[in-house]
């Protein structure tokens, strides 16, 4: 079973950065790909980003894409969600996903494994 360690999240003011990380471990067959998805209260889980595990080819929501930044650090084994100019409206839980498969997709329910959330707020 894969374990995802979410962690960076925090208040900070409108135009400000933040850097996510997820860290996962454990499990007996290898990460295909790993995601962002995020869920503001009252609303249905949003995808973020992914990015394919050994090529750190990356896949954007069109509206988060010239803010938002998924990357790996192999030498880690760690992913971020890098996201700058941030915005009110981007205040939500912020989720960890990954998958076995090697493909792309923006479908929550297309991920095995979820971290446990980190609460990104951003004040105006």
């Known amino acids: 079973q894969v374990q995802l360690v979410e962690s960076g999240g925090g208040l900070v003011q409108a135009g400000g950065s933040l850097r996510l990380s997820c860290a996962p471990s454990?499990?007996?067959?290898?990460?295909?790909?790993m995601a962002w998805f995020r869920q503001c209260s009252g609303k249905e889980r949003e995808f973020v980003a992914a990015i394919k595990w050994s090529s750190s080819i990356p896949h954007y929501a069109d509206s988060l894409k010239g803010r938002f930044t998924i990357s790996r650090l192999n030498a880690k084994n760690v992913v971020y969600l890098q996201m700058n100019s941030l915005e009110v409206e981007d205040t939500a839980v912020y989720y960890c996903?990954?998958?076995?498969?090697?493909?792309?997709?923006?479908?929550?329910?297309?991920?095995?494994?979820w971290g446990q959330g980190t609460q990104v707020t951003v004040s105006s």
């Open positions: 454990g499990g007996t067959s290898p990460i295909g790909t």
């Open positions: 996903a990954a998958r076995n498969i090697y493909e792309l997709t923006d479908r929550a329910g297309e991920y095995n494994y």
